[in-house]
């Protein structure tokens, strides 16, 4: 039940977002639920070997490489669901900073057991 909620929640921080930031569109609810599976199925598999992979590079730039890779997922929901746009790397950076930001501020609002 709480995983269903927190894709909800998601959901709702992407149709935040693609309103207020130009360059991100979202087509309706339904494509904002299905954003949110697919990037919380893309960072469950592709995101540890983006990270894996790119080890020495995050090491060097003491972590902020990670906001890039936060970005690449992005970018590849993009290419994956139709309905859901974004227009640029720094557009996707912008996004995936600001999702964050929304996802952990939405999710301090659920009861922790």
């Known amino acids: 039940m709480k995983l269903f909620l927190k894709l909800l929640l998601t959901a709702l921080a992407v149709i935040i977002l693609a309103n207020f930031l130009p360059g991100v569109t979202v087509s309706g609810y339904v494509t904002a639920l299905i954003v949110a599976v697919t990037i919380a199925l893309l960072n469950l598999f592709v995101r540890p070997l983006l990270v894996l992979f790119t080890l020495p590079v995050t090491l060097l730039t003491f ?51």
């Not at 970018?75 to 912008?94: E, M, P, Q, R, S």
């Not at 930001?101 to 999710?107: A, C, I, K, Q, Y």
């Open 63 to 113: 972590g902020l490489f990670l906001f890039v890779i936060n970005a690449i997922i992005i970018l590849v929901a993009d290419k994956l669901i139709d309905g859901f746009a974004v227009n640029g790397f720094f557009t996707a950076l912008l996004f995936s900073v600001l999702l964050s930001v929304f996802r952990s501020l939405l999710f301090s609002f659920l009861d922790d057991e």
